[in-house]
């Protein structure tokens, strides 16, 4: 019988099933690397009007541009693949640890407004995510949090993306396989069209749309934090020929020149299995191998560490 995808009740975590929440958890981040978030602190209204906003925003100001650009893609003629670039239209914004929404003219001030809002909520909740990882784990409290935040505190934004229909999705993916670089991403994903997929156990298994929930990926830095205890997993996005597909995905991730190793509490019993290095240097290699597997950049990483073993950034 298949695994059914972990779904959390945060406000179980106030009452006498604590216990059995905190193991869900555990066994979450151990299995699956994904799970879905519910009662997370995040209001309903304000949720409605960052989707309503959002998807607004894609239908004014970036749906035409996006059909002009992404149709020539599909000219190449039946039956090729395209594998070089994603069904989707996208756009970035940095909360920390400074905001360049302003960068962003085509966002009406209320739209600017609810991110805002929504994502400070977002901030708190992926904080307490790093406490209750951290109890699980038997680390001190606030140890991730600390372990992210470097020398200006952590890296943090938004990922806004659309997944168009596709009049071809058979030969192109909304977004290829990978994993995520940093530390704990939260989406909040289309209740109404599905297209994420993990893969656990060699299978490609469907990410449930539920409304009004948060779905929690862990990323690289936590798997070498914890030593490979907990997984960050490849994930996709189907492309689909009916509906648009709203994602809005947040990334926590460390400071610049935060120094990322293996908790050393989890590996007193077995050996370090991931190389010390600076966060940023991650990211460089990260942005030309995204669609690589994350191994050999492990392995590259251990080139960053100097002679008195102080991992340092790369020129």
């Known amino acids: 019988m298949a695994c059914s995808f972990p779904v959390l009740d945060l406000e179980k975590l106030r009452g006498e099933e604590r216990e059995q929440t905190m193991d869900l958890l555990r066994d979450a981040c151990e299995k699956w690397g994904f799970f879905e978030l519910l009662n997370h602190g995040i209001s309903d209204e304000l949720m409605d009007e960052v989707e309503r906003r959002t998807k607004a925003h894609y239908e004014q100001c970036r749906e035409q541009k996006f059909k002009q650009l992404a149709c020539k893609a599909l000219k190449s003629g039946p039956g090729t693949d395209v594998t070089d670039m ?163 995905a947040s990334f926590y991730n460390p400071g610049g020149d935060a120094v990322i190793y293996p908790a050393p509490s989890l590996v007193q019993k077995e050996a370090e299995a991931y190389p010390r290095f600076v966060f940023e240097d991650y990211m460089k290699l990260y942005v030309t191998q995204k669609f690589q597997a994350k191994q050999p950049r492990f392995e590259a990483m251990k080139a960053t560490v100097t002679v008195n073993g102080q991992p340092t950034p790369t020129p």
């Open 86 to 248: 994603d069904w989707e239209s996208t756009f970035f914004l940095r909360h920390l640890p400074v905001s360049n929404m302003s960068d962003f003219p085509d966002m009406n001030e209320e739209y600017r407004k609810a991110m805002r809002e929504f994502a400070t909520g977002l901030e708190k909740l992926a904080e307490r995510l790093l406490d209750l990882l951290c109890e699980n784990l038997g680390l001190e409290e606030g140890y991730l949090k600390n372990a992210f935040y470097g020398s200006k505190g952590p890296n943090f934004g938004t990922k806004v993306s659309n997944y168009p229909p596709c009049p071809r999705p058979e030969l192109i993916h909304g977004l290829r396989a990978h994993t995520d670089a940093g530390g704990i991403i939260l989406l909040f994903q289309d209740d109404r069209v599905s297209g994420l997929q993990l893969l656990k156990d060699g299978q490609w298994i469907d990410v449930p749309p539920m409304h009004h929930s948060i779905v929690v990926n862990l990323g690289d830095q936590l798997e070498v934090i914890t030593n490979g205890k907990y997984k960050s997993v490849l994930h996709r996005v189907l492309a689909r020929s009916d509906g648009n597909r709203m994602s809005i």
